[in-house]
């Protein structure tokens, strides 16, 4: 094979997309070898190993370690090797599941409602809510902070840990009629997550209806959600209205401080009519 047929390390590794490091750490390992290696350690590849390390790669990012790749690479037991395959077809499979829900989730619109985004803290504010489906936990009252704590990691282990690092809207379902600041602590409430994807988890969805609610934009302290309660109360009575007993509270952004909510929330009771 003439020279002019085979690339440079540096050339190799730009039409591959991985970088010199790794490749010549694969050399090390004896997983991927150049064609050729010359005295002075310059490393040469061939056209046609670009399939092969494809694969390779391929399979590094399905998680599988150096030392698993070497053993598919260098299994020649059929019975053995049907069985690695069998966990590799697996490890795909639960891959391409990820990418699908995380498919799903780039499909959505992400105006993530500009309303609630444009909403001011303490200020109670009429707006139209779309309908929407969340995933819910169980029912719980008079928890402690350990027990939510317990319950949202269950929560989110079900529904597969990556989907808690999402955009769409999170937060808690609290029965709290007539908006009662000093009930809030020990009523009921479920953990939500607003429905993604479609996948075969067993996890309650619940519905949060469209139509008007009365919303306001609060700090998640004890004192912060009761004076947004507050606010809320206020502008129900100066306008007469009626308002249902579910207190939807939905995070601001995803980092999570304590109880299972970020540093500020919108909290929204739907207007009835």
Not at 22 to 36: A, M, S
Not at 50 to 76: A, T, W
Not at 155 to 167: D, H, P, R, S, W
Request: a positive charge; aromatic letters at 10%; charged letters at 25%.
């Amino acid at each position: 094979m003439k020279r002019t047929d085979l690339m440079t390390i540096s050339q190799f590794a730009k039409i591959v997309g991985t970088t010199r490091r790794t490749l010549i750490f694969y050399d090390q390992k004896g997983i991927f070898k150049p064609v050729e290696t010359m005295d002075n350690g310059y490393r040469y590849y061939s056209y046609g190993q670009i399939y092969q390390i494809n694969f390779i790669l391929g399979l590094r990012e399905l998680g599988l370690s150096v030392e698993e790749i070497k053993d598919y690479l260098n299994d020649n037991n059929s019975e053995s090797l049907n069985k690695r395959l069998g966990t590799l077809k697996e490890k795909v499979r639960l891959r391409i599941k990820s990418l699908q829900q995380v498919l799903a989730i780039l499909d959505q619109k992400e105006e993530n409602n500009l309303q609630l985004a444009n909403v001011d803290f303490y200020v109670a504010k009429r707006c139209f809510l779309p309908l929407r489906d969340f995933w819910c936990s169980d029912f719980k009252v008079d928890c402690s902070e350990q027990e939510i704590a317990q319950a949202y990691s269950s929560f989110y282990q079900q529904l597969g840990t990556g989907v808690m690092a999402n955009k769409s809207l999170s937060g808690f379902l609290t029965d709290l009629p007539q908006a009662r600041a000093n009930q809030y602590a020990d009523s009921g409430f479920r953990i939500i997550k607003e429905k993604s994807f479609d996948n075969q988890v067993r996890v309650p969805v619940i519905n949060q209806p469209s139509g008007e609610y009365v919303v306001a934009k609060v700090e998640n302290s004890g004192q912060g959600i009761e004076k947004g309660l507050a606010a809320i109360r206020q502008l129900v009575a100066d306008a007469h209205l009626k308002i249902g007993a579910d207190l939807w509270q939905f995070n601001l952004g995803v980092d999570v401080k304590h109880l299972g909510l970020t540093e500020n929330s919108i909290l929204a009771y739907r207007i009835l009519h």
